[in-house]
């Protein structure tokens, strides 16, 4: 019985249902029923004014990580900070030259309020400790600061209201290179299509205020988990973003 609850923690199960199970193959088909002229619960005017553009031109007048933590913490646009523990921030030294950006909290870092402390970020730890890196000589955060139920796939309309927070955090970290961890924080912040099994690797130009940051896709510690013939290509990007950070 331990070993399955511990299987049920491992996949993201947080919630119980129902005392007895339900045999979703013989149950009846749901009705629905019919109604017509019914007002919608969220009208557009109501939408968050994040979703409108005000709050991401408010942002520009933060100018430290404490008031960035301050303001996500009293932001109500996201619908996953009604169901995370938590808000999840950032890990490791503001002051460094390397920022990694991954995707979204999962079960222990929802519990813990640190990024990349679960198996993920475990594996994490000693990829950089591979190239000399550490906690220490890093900056760690995600592009969705609260975690999706059962560890889901952020939606569209939860990583375009968090993009502002995170994109504001990249300005003032200003690191001298970024690496984009998995699909969501490749393709939303390096602005491609591509998946992250074909992206990974490449470098990307990342605008920031008089400047373009270098940014590396990489695979995400947690793909690495689930496939773990990857981890080849993984040393390669490791190696190359170990020769951008030794280069004169």
């Given at each position: 019985m331990a070993a399955v609850l511990r299987f049920y923690a491992d996949i993201g199960v947080d919630a119980v249902v129902g005392e007895t199970a339900l045999d979703h193959f013989n149950a009846p088909a749901p009705i629905t029923p019919v109604r017509e002229n019914v007002t919608p619960l969220l009208r557009p005017q109501s939408l968050p004014t994040l979703q409108q553009g005000a709050p991401a031109n408010d942002l520009a007048d933060i100018t430290t990580l404490a008031d960035l933590r301050a303001a996500l913490e009293a932001f109500d646009g996201c619908a996953l900070k009604a169901t995370a523990t938590r808000l999840v921030f950032a890990d490791g030294n503001p002051a460094a030259k390397v920022m990694l950006v991954g995707e979204a909290p999962?079960?222990?870092?929802?519990?813990?309020g640190l990024p990349f402390v679960g198996r993920a970020g475990q594996l994490l730890d000693l990829m950089l400790a591979a190239i000399g890196l550490d906690r220490t000589k890093v900056y760690i955060t995600n592009v969705i600061a609260w975690r999706p139920p059962g560890n889901r796939t952020p939606t569209p309309?939860?990583?375009?209201?968090?993009?502002?927070?995170?994109?504001?955090?990249?300005?003032?970290?200003?690191?001298?290179?970024?690496?984009?961890?998995?699909?969501?924080?490749?393709?939303?912040?390096?602005?491609?299509?591509?998946?992250?099994?074909?992206?990974?690797?490449?470098?990307?130009?990342?605008?920031?205020?008089?400047?373009?940051?270098?940014?590396?896709?990489?695979?995400?510690?947690?793909?690495?988990?689930?496939?773990?013939?990857?981890?080849?290509?993984?040393?390669?990007?490791?190696?190359?973003?170990?020769?951008?950070?030794?280069?004169?």
């Open positions: 999962g079960g222990d870092e929802d519990r813990q309309a939860e990583i375009q209201s968090c993009l502002p927070f995170v994109t504001r955090h990249i300005e003032l970290i200003n690191p001298d290179v970024m690496v984009c961890l998995g699909n969501v924080s490749v393709q939303t912040l390096l602005k491609t299509r591509e998946g992250i099994t074909r992206a990974r690797g490449q470098w990307f130009d990342y605008p920031l205020p008089g400047r373009n940051l270098p940014a590396l896709a990489m695979l995400h510690p947690a793909f690495l988990l689930r496939s773990p013939a990857f981890k080849r290509q993984a040393w390669a990007d490791l190696q190359a973003l170990r020769a951008v950070l030794v280069k004169p």
